[in-house]
């Protein structure tokens, strides 16, 4: 069992910065691709951005590519999204995923093993 713990959410101006952390606990995190997925108010969940299990492979929404770097330690069990050029439609909470021996394109569909419980993130016009 992989327990996920999403942090470093808040409120940002359009044009700021954040970054989420993922840490990973409970499995071997480099078996896993990891992923960020978002939801906003009365809108289904969608794919962000993942990462193979080494980092090697990336893949990005076409929303986010050029704005947000999605990163992995993997020894600190950790995934991080970095968000730069934050716009108000990025506003969201974003969930951290994992998914056993998969690729990062694998994790687009949403169908992963594991999910963490989200941490908000609001950006003000």
């Known amino acids: 069992q992989v327990q996920l713990v999403e942090s470093g959410g808040g409120l940002v101006q359009a044009g700021g910065s954040l970054r989420l952390s993922c840490a990973a606990s409970g499995g071997t995190f480099s078996t896993y691709a990891m992923g960020w997925f978002r939801q906003a108010p009365g809108k289904e969940r969608e794919f962000v951005a993942a990462i193979s299990w080494n980092g090697g492979r990336t893949f990005y929404a076409d929303s986010v590519k050029g704005r947000f770097t999605i990163s992995r330690d993997n020894a600190k069990n950790t995934v991080y999204l970095q968000m730069n050029s934050l716009k108000p439609e990025d506003a969201a909470v974003y969930y951290c995923?994992?998914?056993?021996?998969?690729?990062?394109?694998?994790?687009?569909?949403?169908?992963?093993?594991?999910w963490g419980q989200g941490t908000q993130v609001t950006v003000s016009s």
């Open positions: 995923a994992a998914r056993y021996l998969s690729s990062a394109a694998g994790m687009v569909a949403g169908k992963n093993d594991y």
